[in-house]
């Protein structure tokens, strides 16, 4: 699949702003499975410095100073990208092997379960958590099943609610309200996996949406998303869930960044000079599209 993505992110002042400083998380950049043909980002009002790195997982980010005083800041990104990502395994270790295995791990790269096994600043490893993913894991199961039937339990259990929680909101008591939106959602699924030893990582992307028979797509209706990865061993490697959803990560979605927590990963955060609240508006389009050659969908 190749998708054309756009996602606008918004900041009104109460009070003028006299300097931002900027973190960006806002480029995908190629990976296994997917390929980035095209990707800017726009600011507005332009900055006077901008800065690209690569971080240590391998994201793309972005450091912008703007010092032109301003009641409105807008980041458009836009990007086009092929998506084909491999079927998941049929079979795949039991997870105590995997559990061993992860701990005896040399490599310390990126891609290292090492990374992945231990609590981080959003993911605790709070003992209900724990206890709740146990469940899915008996003696002798497959890991990839014991992840499935986690999470397939907290689609079961866990009601999607997007006033029910804030980014904020710590990852306990999300789960002990058992609502939340997808960012909870994996947090708590990464925690109860870490908790018995799997490695686990946090993904945020975008999803594609499919509106229902007769239905026209809502425009700007999209929005950023977050999903799991769970490593099943050196051979299979890294496997997407999604436990928003219930199902495999698969050609609908799009990796955006990967890190420890949505705190290594957050598409835009930093700092201003200014006094007053402010009212953030995000809107995320994905749009398939049918050719790498096809006309780019947002001009």
């Known amino acids: 699949m190749i998708y054309d993505i756009r996602h606008v992110t918004t900041y009104s002042y109460e009070a003028p702003v006299a300097y931002s400083l900027c973190a960006l998380r806002l480029r995908p950049t190629s990976r296994a499975g997917q390929r980035v043909l095209d990707v ?22 972005e450091i912008v100073t703007i010092e032109s005083e301003h009641r409105e800041l807008t980041v458009s ?3 086009r990208i092929a998506v084909s990502r491999p079927v998941s395994p049929l079979a795949t270790p039991d997870w105590e092997e995997v559990r061993q295995l992860a701990f005896s791990v040399h490599d ?56 029910a929680t804030l980014v904020s909101t710590p990852l306990a008591e999300a789960f002990a309200k058992r609502r939340g939106v997808c960012q909870d959602f994996a947090h708590i699924m990464i925690s109860g996996l870490r908790g018995i030893g799997l490695p686990a990582r946090y ?24 999903w799991v990865a769970v490593w099943c061993g050196p051979l299979d490697g890294w496997v997407g869930l999604d436990p928003t959803n219930k199902m495999l990560v698969g050609d609908d ?27 953030v508006d995000v809107g995320v389009d994905v749009i398939p599209v049918l050719s790498e050659d096809a006309p780019p969908t947002f001009g």
């Open 253 to 279: 979605h799009i990796i955006l960044a990967e890190g420890r927590d949505y705190a290594d990963i957050s598409p835009i955060d930093g700092v201003i000079l200014g006094s007053g609240g402010q009212d």
């Open 40 to 61: 800017q980002v726009d600011i507005d009002p332009p900055a006077a410095r901008r800065i690209q790195r690569v971080c240590f997982f391998g994201n793309s980010f």
């Open 77 to 79: 990104a836009t990007a």
């Open 108 to 163: 310390l790269g990126p891609q290292s379960p090492a990374h992945f096994i231990y609590a981080s600043r959003i993911v605790t490893l709070d003992e209900a958590t724990v206890a709740y993913a146990r469940k899915s894991f008996p003696p002798g199961r497959q890991i990839l099943a014991g992840a499935i039937d986690l999470m397939e339990r907290i689609w079961d259990d866990f009601d999607y609610d997007p006033k």
């Open 203 to 226: 993904v945020s992307g975008y999803l594609r949406t499919v509106p229902p028979a007769g239905k026209e797509r809502l425009e700007g209706a999209d929005a950023t998303h977050a």
